[in-house]
Every structure is written in C-alpha cells, then in structure tokens.
C-alpha cells in the first residue's frame, strides 16, 4: 500500500514537472510586438511592429528593422529603451531582450502605447551609432517626438503614405498569389500591427482585437464622410459612409450585412455603423434619419 502511494506521488510530481515545463515553452514561444519608433532614420515611417518572443535579442530585432525599413547597413544602430516622455534612453546591450524589458513596464503603458507625450511615455528608439562610440540624436527628444505626432497625422488625415515596403496590402484582392495561406497570413500581419480592418473588395474583414482602439473618435468620422471606398485604410466608417451616400444619391434602400461567430464583435460593429450613421444625419442630408436609426437598437439587441 505504502508503494502505491509513493508511486502515486512520483506519478503527480512528474506530471507537474510536465505540466511547468509545457506551461514556459508555451510562453517562450508566445510572440509579442515590440513598436520601435526610427525617426529621422526612415522618413515616413511612425513606428515599425516587430514581432519578438521573450528571448529575442536586440540585435535581431534591429536585423529585422534593417530589412524591413531598408536601411545602410554600412551603418550601426542600437536599440535605445525611454520610459517617460523627455526621459533618458537606456541603450540595449546586443544580447539583451527587448521583450522581457517590455514586461517591466507599468500595465497602463501596454494599454495606451498609442498616446504620444503621454504620462507614461514608454517605448523603443532605433538610434545611430557614430563611428566614436556616441548616440547620434538628431535634436532633441521632444522636437523628435513631435515631429513623429504631426507626421502621424498627415498619414491618418491620407496626405503622407507609409511605405509599401513588405507590408500586407489592405484590399487582399491585390494579393499576387490568392491561396488561403496567403490570406491568412496577410491577415495575421495587419493584426499585429493593430489593423484590425481588411478589405476583400467590398467586402470588410474584422478581426476582434479585444481591447479599445482609438479609432472611432469624431476624428474618424470626418476623415471617412464621403470618401471612395478603399481611398483610405479600410474601417466600418467607410462601409457605412458608403451606403448612407449610395441612399442618397440613388434613392434606394440601403443593406449591410454583419455575419459572424458568437462573440466575433458583431453588435459592437453594429454600435459603430449607428454611430457614423448618426452622425451623418445630423448634417442635415435627410431630416428623421436620426431617429430611424436611434430606433433600430432595440430591435438590434
């Protein structure tokens, strides 16, 4: 009896060491996306998503930027680590781990690494190294920093296009080989740069991020009233701003269909097209279409 019992606790020992071991490849393997901001170093470019594990080092992580972002590489580069806004860079050792770094952060900054000039301002640099051993800046952080925030803006407002560079196109008919590898593949990398929207013609993807993006502010609607489908990034504003314009131009009755798994964001999505719709009426093309729209939630849910 007593062997039975001790052969029963060696049984549940080793399945626990098991267990643990699955449990740290599992989040070994996990990958995250670092947002590393190049400045000066590729014009255009706000921020370049690189995809990292926990053991991924610096240096691949700048390999990765050099390619994607096509730069020297008579060049040096290093990766430099700010943790406030106008705060002192920690450049990376080569060998260190972007990632595990990334982990230290305050959980509010993982959530709002959107916000530039934010109260906690964290994120990671790709800097010049001069030939002396010395960190070239280019000026002053909050000067670069600025630069960055007015510059993202003439791309969301369509003026200054990112570079094509390796990037999947945001209308996958324009995919060269239309395979479902292909697809899939496109669609894994726009979510991980947070585009969570993709075009299929005029059809629209949506992949549930399952966290708030800042996407769906006053801005946007404007950005998106009376624009060509497919002039700007794909969104839900455009689908709506379509039909509400194809209403009134054609004088037809308009249909947007949101199919879906349980739990897919459909209602949410729902939400937004009554609020772009909303907003559009209150322009004054159609007197009551607010109210028709206000009045289709109840029935909605």
């Known amino acids: ?167 999947p196109p945001s209308d996958l008919c324009a995919l060269p080989e239309l395979t479902e590898r292909a697809l899939l593949e496109s669609l894994r990398a726009r979510f991980r740069q947070e585009k969570i929207y993709t075009y299929v013609g005029s059809i629209l993807i949506v992949i549930n991020p399952f966290q708030f993006l800042p996407i769906y502010n006053p801005k946007y609607v404007k950005l998106y009233d009376n624009h060509t489908l497919g002039k700007l990034e794909p969104h839900i504003y455009a689908v709506a701003d379509v039909a509400y314009h194809a209403m009134l131009q054609r004088r037809k009755n308009q249909c947007i269909v949101i199919s879906g798994e349980s739990g897919s964001g459909k209602t949410q999505s729902t939400n937004f097209l009554i609020h772009h719709l909303t907003a559009l009426s209150q322009k004054g093309f159609a007197s009551g279409v607010e109210q028709i729209i206000l009045g289709a939630g109840p029935v909605l849910e």
């Open 1 to 167: 009896m007593s062997l039975q019992d001790g052969g029963c606790s060696y049984a549940s020992s080793a399945n626990l060491a098991t267990i643990t071991g699955s449990m740290r490849r599992r989040l070994e393997d996990q990958e995250f996306t670092l947002r590393v901001y190049p400045g000066s170093l590729a014009e255009g470019t706000i921020y370049c998503p690189v995809s990292a594990r926990k053991n991924t080092t610096a240096a691949e992580a700048i390999e990765c930027l050099i390619e994607r972002l096509h730069l020297d590489r008579t060049k040096c580069y290093v990766l430099a680590e700010v943790k406030e806004f106008g705060g002192e860079e920690w450049i990376l050792n080569p060998g260190d781990c972007p990632v595990q770094r990334m982990m230290l952060w305050p959980r509010t900054a993982l959530e709002n690494r959107s916000g530039l000039g934010s109260g906690e301002d964290y994120r990671f640099l790709l800097r010049e190294k001069n030939l002396d051993g010395s960190i070239h800046y280019g000026g002053s952080l909050q000067m670069w920093l600025r630069v960055t925030e007015e510059r993202r803006r003439m791309v969301e407002r369509g003026f200054l296009p990112q570079p094509a560079g390796n990037d």
